[in-house]
């Protein structure tokens, strides 16, 4: 294990309970991104061990969850709930890394949130999954004003699109269509909400959610994959004046201006400022509302975290939750 030091006074050192392997670990893995001496891993739970002079927000032993964005929650941007702009925000993929067994967090106060008590092992999956991808899913949902009265279709059956409908759900959405064509996701899918399943992708997916809503498009659409067919498919089925929320990491999707312009639709995304939700998340998991970690479909010893990079590129493993 590599030496973990404290840099700052708003450090903190926390010694990991759960980490995992994210989707977009895959992209340095296949080599889109450089991966030479980069730390990898973003998502994490721990107990904190050793806390900065000025960190007054938690305390050595108290159990945290943090975002994927370090962010000190002060600056005006943080305090208009975008924390994943933050002025003085790091990402902490690459930099800081988490699949190891203790990390250093910056902006300590700004970051990690305490749960309400030391939680019971059931517990760690999804307060884990609070981390980035429930967070990312719940704010995909926020994104598209899912709530009462609204249709919200979920493109992607990943982790995140199925948190996602776990959040639309949880945000009073009327109907919740989920696409999918895996019968285990839309199984999970359904048992987080989802009231409809479409197979249908591109052209033929929008067509059909346009069938499922009088011809008009979902009030809100969650795009949580990140392909030019995906992200089509989330404009496409958006009805005009209704909101989309785009959450799926992007590397090669080119939108035409004109398509932008005649679909006449909100948009927002981009990475999810998570910890405007952890607070509220946590509590959801602690009060067992919510069961987000049926997301992890494989369960590691760090040690065997080569394998579980290996099972999600060969697709035999959505989501990888290692542990210690
Ligand atoms: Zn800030």
């Not at 910056?106 to 999954?129: E, F, M, N, R, Y």
């Not at 009462?148 to 992607?156: D, L």
Request: charged content about 20%.
């Amino acid at each position: 294990m590599r030496g973990v030091v404290m840099y700052k006074a708003t450090d903190a050192v926390i010694r990991l309970t759960a980490t995992c392997i994210c989707g977009s670990d895959l992209w340095p893995y296949r080599g889109v991104e450089p991966a030479d001496h980069t730390n990898m891993g973003h998502e994490y739970a721990g107990v904190v061990e050793e806390v900065g002079s000025d960190v007054k927000n938690v305390k050595v032993g108290d159990f945290v969850v943090g975002s994927f964005v370090i962010s000190d929650n002060t600056c005006e941007t943080c305090r208009s709930g975008y924390q994943s702009g933050c002025a003085h925000r790091e990402f902490v993929a690459g930099t800081i890394g988490t699949q190891s067994e203790k990390a250093r967090t910056p902006h300590a106060d700004g970051t990690l949130v305490a749960t309400p008590g030391q939680p019971t092992p059931d517990l760690i999956p999804s307060l884990l999954a609070a981390s980035d991808v429930l967070g990312t899913g719940w704010y995909g949902a926020v994104a598209a004003e899912a709530g009462p009265g609204k249709t919200v279709a979920v493109v992607g059956d990943g982790a995140v699109g199925l948190m996602a409908v776990l959040a639309a759900k949880q945000l009073g959405a009327e109907r919740i269509i989920a696409m999918s064509r895996h019968p285990e996701r839309q199984e999970l899918a359904r048992f987080y909400g989802a009231t409809d399943i479409v197979e249908e992708r591109g052209d033929a997916g929008v067509a059909k959610i346009k069938e499922l809503t009088d011809g008009l498009g979902a009030h809100s659409v969650v795009e949580a994959v990140g392909t030019q067919e995906s992200t089509m498919q989330a404009i496409g089925a958006t009805r005009p004046g209704g909101h989309l929320g785009f959450v799926g990491v992007n590397y090669d999707v080119t939108i035409q201006g004109i398509d932008l312009f005649f679909a006449g639709i909100h948009v927002e995304g981009g990475p999810a400022p998570v910890r405007r939700f952890l607070p509220h998340l946590i509590q959801l998991i602690w009060d067992r509302e919510i069961d987000p970690g049926r997301v992890f479909d494989l369960t590691l010893p760090l040690e065997q975290a080569a394998e579980g990079y290996q099972a999600m590129d060969e697709r035999r493993a959505t989501r990888v939750l290692l542990t210690f």
